[in-house]
């Protein structure tokens, strides 16, 4: 019975030690930054680090309010992710509910486009986009980066709610229309509830997507529009780069997301498992 017992448990220690190894590799770059922002400038430039912390200061933060405007760029962040969200969620949701409830010509070529818009590149589309809100006067404005973004963010959107709107069975919204209810208070009062759970998981990845973009930030705007991603940019200079200000900066932009997921784990962590598996 003994062996049994340790026979059973081996393979369950291995997956235990696996899933540890993952836990340290990927929070390991988390546990660097925050050790960089707290420890002296000096420790932070030292060729023989310490994986230890050697003191506490928070005089990187003080440095890194300092050297730029950071409560500006990280307003424009702020609303540039927030207005994604919304308008995504918003048009994303429409685009859903038409694809997995209405029969139309071409519906599964807009399925497989929305499949190939995803694999493009965003590297590729850097110029065409340049040109094309410089053509439309939306270059250095942030509603031409969220424009941007929202190109980006649609085709998962749509592509993952669908999948969740696609499990939710017709049975009930006919159900609601027998009651009484027309096809929007139907959609409203049954379906739309159990949507939430999908909304808050693809809503986290939309802000996260919008928030630590850098590269699109960098070409679009201005150095005086520029956004948080861009304003860690600033510490680095022709006379090198100020890691501890700039992890204490990193770690300040990281403080929204880490929030959001707070406040929403519950309703993501059922999102993420309950959606996007029926197709």
Same mark, same amino acid.
């Given at each position: 019975m ?5 026979g ?11 899933g540890?190894?993952v836990f340290?590799?990927?929070?390991f770059?988390l546990?660097?930054m ?6 002296p ?5 030292d ?9 506490i200061?928070f005089?990187?933060f003080g440095?890194?309010l ?6 500006g ?7 540039v ?5 919304v308008?995504g *969620?918003?048009? &994303?949701?429409?685009?859903?509910? $038409?694809?997995? =409830?209405?029969? #139309? ?5 807009v399925i !497989? ?8 590149p965003?590297?590729?589309?850097i110029?065409?986009?340049f040109?094309?809100l410089?053509d ?5 404005r942030?509603t ?8 980006f963010v649609?085709p ?20 609601a *229309?027998v009651? &009484?209810?027309?096809?929007?208070? $139907?959609f409203? =009062?049954v379906? #739309? ?6 909304m !808050? ?7 996260i ?9 960098l070409?679009l705007?201005?150095?005086?529009n ?11 200079t022709?006379h ?5 200000p700039m992890m204490?900066?990193?770690?300040m ?5 880490v929030?959001?997921?707070l406040?929403v784990?519950?309703k993501m962590?059922?999102?993420?498992? $309950? ?5």
């Open positions: 003994s062996s049994t017992l340790t059973r448990r081996a393979p369950k220690l291995w997956w235990n030690l696996l540890l190894l340290v590799t990927a929070g770059p546990y660097w925050l050790n960089t922002a707290f420890k400038a000096k420790d932070a430039i060729p023989d680090p310490s994986l230890l912390p050697t003191g200061t005089d990187n440095r890194a300092d050297i730029a405007d950071f409560w760029p990280v307003g424009r962040s702020m609303t992710s927030l207005a994604v969200v308008v *969620m918003a048009v &994303g949701l429409l685009a859903a509910l $038409a694809i997995s =409830r209405f029969a #139309f010509r071409g519906r599964k070529i !497989v486009g929305i499949l190939a818009v995803q694999m493009v965003l590297v590729a589309m110029i065409p986009v040109l094309l410089n439309l006067g939306q270059y250095d942030l031409g980066l969220i424009i941007t973004y929202l190109t649609l998962f959107t749509v592509w993952t709610l669908r999948g969740f709107i696609v499990n939710i069975p017709r049975e009930l919204e006919e159900a *229309m009651d &009484g209810c027309s096809r929007t208070s $139907a409203l =009062r379906v #739309f509830p159990l949507l939430a759970p999908g !808050v998981a693809t809503s986290v990845y939309a802000f997507q919008a928030w630590n973009e850098y590269l699109y930030a070409m705007l201005s150095q005086k520029q956004t948080a991603t861009v304003w860690l940019g600033n510490f680095t022709k090198g780069t100020e890691y501890a204490a900066g990193a770690t932009m990281a403080v929204p997301i929030a959001l997921f406040l784990q519950r962590a059922a999102g993420l498992t $309950a959606g996007a598996v029926k197709g």
